[in-house]
């Protein structure tokens, strides 16, 4: 094959990267060892739902790459949602100072740079951090999450799901840990003797196994993760004020100690998502850019059925407008089924200083089209804020390969004032529905019999969650239900609308009187009648079996 001059090596470059409709600029292409600012490499916004890769070795420059890219998506007003594992990413609030280092570097790529600020929301995952606490219940976590942070074998998931079922059919609400705890303390005990042998496939030592598992992550601290108000997705989807999409970073400060329980996590935030989410087709944007920071704790030791909810998830989310990146080290820590769905790919320089190494080298290599680059050499002395790429163009085709001199960001890289994240959390119209955890009645309370037995009353109801909203966030709540969800909005103007009147009023459940089966009878023999009646009465929606998502997930209680 004939050698190609350098010339032709950036014609193919610019032939291949000029496209019609917005773009995220990613850089100017390296030739012969040589900056071009007039070849620049960019990605398609209409493409960014087709998902992808961003890699490289420790070091090399992948949190800056997802910390520029997310600042151009912002601008283009879409909401973007970023795993902050080191604290690097806040520093997406506070402007960057320009010096003559940083200039040069902008002006020898052609990017026009100034500092500047992006619409920033600060969650941190139950509140184990500075952000607005974000929960999720159990019921709408699911068994198969939930195995998985309790690493339980396939038979004990199995069993699990059956556990969850039988909560789901019988009216039990499984909003944290001690509910479910409750659950199987009930199945394991004599009482619940003849509901457990009606399971079929949970034997009693499989449900005492779960039941220390369980009891183990209480002990770890991690019941503060589970709970309401539970957090409602669509809040990803908000943009500001002045139409930049707003930039979520979940604070994970103590992702070390807890790896699984924070990936699998990230991993309910979208498999939610993928539930609620209409159908969209081709769109000119993504409705949301999602990236999966760490992308190899998801995949670590993973059930099949994780995996095969994990691929289903990735392959039909682009389809409602969500583009997900992957952020790893090297293709390698991603399944093949998933690896085949990302079209998008930003390699960084990956090292090989073992036979290992070097495996992870050639299998990287074997996953770009051919290129007028010697890709191995290429991938082991790229740069710092360097990076081979290729991207999915406006046809569907790949572009060509094209090592990248990267855009600098024009927000702080690192961390922002912890002044600035404090208030802005405190500023945030999040806080009053999601500060204050709460505890409504559920499975606990329904087996402990903590409602008044004499009268068959309910306990009263605690507080709404998700109260106290201000009218600008309704608006922008109502925008995003029926223009994005694309469902009329379940939002209320008048507080009356926040009130459960199932609640305050159970004698007037809809349940038939006669209908004494199921837990409510189980539970009333042992006892007493008044429990039966409360069971029955606190019932309300729970009173029929959830239909469960790809992950086992379950429908969440939208605060309305």
């Known amino acids: 094959m004939a050698i190609k001059s350098t010339a032709d090596k950036i014609a193919t470059i610019q ?54 890219m997310a600042e151009q998506l912002s601008t283009a007003g879409v909401p973007v949602f970023l795993a902050d594992i080191k604290g690097d990413l806040s520093g997406l609030a506070t402007a960057a100072t320009g010096s003559e280092k940083l200039i040069a570097r902008t002006d020898g790529i052609g990017q026009s740079w100034s500092g500047k600020t992006f619409p920033v929301e600060f969650l941190a995952l139950g509140g184990d951090g500075h952000g607005i606490p974000v929960r999720a219940t159990i019921t709408s976590f699911g068994p198969v999450l939930l195995s998985r942070i309790m690493e339980l074998n396939d038979t004990q998931e199995s069993s699990l799901q059956l556990v969850f079922h039988f909560a789901d059919k019988n009216g039990l609400e499984l909003i944290d840990l001690k509910d479910l705890r409750a659950v199987i303390q009930f199945l394991t005990s004599k009482e619940g003797k003849d509901e457990l042998e009606e399971l079929g496939g949970l034997s009693k030592a499989t449900a005492g196994v779960i039941l220390r598992e369980l009891i183990t992550l209480e002990a770890q601290g991690m019941e503060k993760f589970f709970g309401e108000p539970e957090f409602d997705t669509a809040e990803l989807l908000r943009t500001a004020p002045d139409g930049r999409g707003v930039i979520t970073c979940l604070e994970l400060p103590t992702l070390q100690t807890k790896p699984m329980l924070f990936s699998t996590f990230l991993m309910w935030l979208l498999a939610d998502l993928f539930e609620d989410l209409p159908e969209a087709g081709d769109l000119d944007k993504p409705k949301l850019v999602f990236f999966l920071d760490e992308a190899h704790l998801l995949f670590n030791g993973a059930s099949k059925a994780f995996l095969d909810a994990i691929t289903t998830t990735v392959r039909l989310i682009r389809s409602k407008g969500v583009g997900i990146f992957f952020v790893t080290q090297t293709p390698k820590d991603v399944p093949a089924e998933v690896l085949g769905q990302l079209a998008n790919r930003v390699q960084h320089a990956l090292r090989a200083y073992t036979p290992e190494d070097a495996k992870a080298l050639k299998a990287t290599v074997s996953t770009f089209p051919m290129s007028d680059y010697d890709l191995e050499e290429t991938l082991t ?58 505890d409504n009645i559920s499975a606990f309370e329904k087996i402990a019999g903590k409602a008044s037995a004499e009268t068959g009353a309910a306990a009263p109801a605690p507080p709404a969650p998700g109260g106290g909203g201000s009218p600008d966030v309704d608006a922008e709540a109502r925008r995003i239900e ?17 009130q459960e009147p199932a609640r305050q009023e159970p004698q007037q459940s809809p349940r038939p009187p006669s209908d004494d089966g199921g837990l409510a009878g189980a539970l009333g023999g042992a006892l007493g009648g008044g429990l039966k009646s409360m069971a029955r009465s606190l019932g309300t929606q729970l009173g029929r079996e959830l239909l469960r998502g790809v992950f086992g997930t379950a429908p969440k209680r939208r605060r309305r």
């Open 15 to 68: 032939k291949g990267y000029t496209l019609e409709g917005p773009t995220i600029e990613l850089g100017a292409a390296i030739i012969d060892g040589e900056v071009h600012k007039d070849a620049p490499v960019r990605l398609p916004l209409s493409m960014m739902n087709r998902h992808g890769l961003v890699a490289g070795a420790t070091g090399t420059g992948k949190t800056v790459t997802l910390h520029m």
């Open 381 to 438: 002395s790229a740069g710092i804020g360097e990076a081979v790429i290729t991207v999915m163009n406006e046809k569907g085709a790949p572009t060509p390969v094209a090592l990248t001199r990267l855009r600098a960001p024009e927000s702080v890289m690192g961390p922002s004032a912890d002044a600035l994240i404090a208030s802005t959390v405190a500023g945030s119209a999040l806080l009053p529905k999601y500060g204050t955890a709460v």
């Open 482 to 498: 029926e223009e994005i969800l694309g469902r009329p909005s379940s939002r209320p103007a008048p507080a009356p609308e926040r």
